[in-house]
């Protein structure tokens, strides 16, 4: 295995780094404290061509590969979580599905702009009862002549609050159970689509997201993505490949909590000498820095394969549990090596620790992982 970048990849990694240094470690604990959406670092994203990374450039992104975009998240939210995690839905969980499921008109219309940044989407499969159990859909998608008349709610939808577009999952045919499923794509300017105020939440509390609620609102039949009944199927496909930028993201959480906790080690001092000279500190930091590294293959190794087009699940889910897992440890472990400073405000590293902890719920919870894990383990 070639564990060398390429010069596109080098070249990726190091825009991002830059940007990541000039424009979201200086403002990450303002926009946390304030809760405040990161406006123009949005805007950034879309002229580095990040908000389209996979995307070919004939529908407005930046054309390159799945390992580029999981070098570009980890760097990007090592800067920032609540950035990086915009960035991962709109690239992982809305462009992805309709590039790999939409008709030539639905790319023009819901594909082009969300590439280049001029709108951005949001994925829509979490319900008040469906959540780990994604098949447990309520909201309700009844035929109506050309249209579907849609009714039902939706929760915790990263990005919701700003979205111009939605990947909807409804039921339309309740009996036939996963089958019954239907994705649509649906603007959310559309009649009878109501967005609650954002979430209040532990972490990551730039990237809004919000309930949403659907009251007899119309969907022309055209705007079904992929066929009526593959809802299920689209949002396997879509999460197989979430879950690597969701990896990704708590690496480079995991990254930036780490560099504090060293950058720390050599300034505070205990029994005359920097702890860094202590063999506890040093130790946790060894374990630290490995538990990164192995993570990292586990993440490049997923996107890999889903570069090469063939099936990925079981390494991505590998990949989302354990970087999601040893995100929390190392910034758990970074909070030690800074004694009570870490548990202040004043310093970065508490806001790892709550950013960190998401990363093992959404987009399917660790327990998932571990479900789709042995599934493939266990394949007659």
Request: net charge neutral; hydrophobic share 40%.
């Amino acid at each position: 295995m070639n564990f060398e970048l390429t010069d596109i990849q080098r070249d990726i990694q190091r825009m991002c780094r830059e940007f990541a240094a000039k424009e979201l470690i200086p403002n990450a604990r303002k926009w946390d404290e304030t809760h405040a959406w990161p406006t123009e670092a949005v805007k950034k994203l879309a002229e580095l061509a990040l908000l389209g990374v996979a995307v070919p450039e004939q529908y407005g992104g930046a054309g390159l590969d799945n390992v580029c975009y999981a070098i570009a998240m980890e760097e990007i939210s090592r800067g920032c979580a609540s950035t990086g995690v915009i960035m991962s839905v709109n690239n992982s969980l809305y462009c992805d599905p309709v590039m790999k499921f939409g008709t030539e008109a639905q790319k023009q219309e819901f594909l082009v702009p969300f590439a280049r940044g001029e709108k951005l989407g949001c994925f829509g499969l979490t319900e008040p009862e469906a959540g780990s159990d994604a098949a447990a859909q309520k909201t309700v998608a009844v035929r109506r002549g050309d249209e579907y008349v849609i009714n039902g709610s939706k929760n915790w939808i990263t990005v919701g609050p700003k979205a111009d577009a939605i990947v909807l999952f409804t039921m339309t045919n309740k009996e036939a159970g996963n089958r019954g499923i239907t994705a649509f794509l649906v603007p959310t300017n559309t009649p009878g689509f109501i967005r609650a105020e954002p979430d209040k939440k532990m972490g990551i509390s730039a990237a809004h997201s919000c309930s949403m609620f659907f009251e007899d609102m119309r969907v022309p039949a055209k705007n079904i993505l992929g066929k009526e009944g593959d809802g299920f199927k689209v949002a396997m496909s879509t999460l197989d490949g979430g879950r690597i930028g969701i990896a990704a993201q708590a690496l480079g959480i995991a990254r930036a909590a780490f560099e504090e906790a060293v950058r720390y080690s050599g300034e505070r001092k205990t029994f005359g000498k920097p702890i860094r000279d202590h063999q506890a500190i040093q130790f946790m930091l060894a374990d630290m820095a490995t538990e990164i590294d192995a993570a990292r293959l586990l993440v490049l190794q997923a996107a890999l394969l889903k570069d090469k087009g063939v099936r990925h699940s079981q390494e991505s889910a590998m990949a989302k549990l354990y970087a999601s897992e040893m995100a929390s440890r190392v910034a758990n472990k970074a909070l030690q090596v800074h004694g009570g400073m870490g548990y202040s405000k004043e310093m970065d590293v508490e806001r790892h620790v709550r950013d960190a902890r998401i990363t093992e719920i959404y987009e399917g919870t660790s327990e998932i992982q571990r479900i789709v894990i042995s599934a493939n383990l266990l394949k007659e």
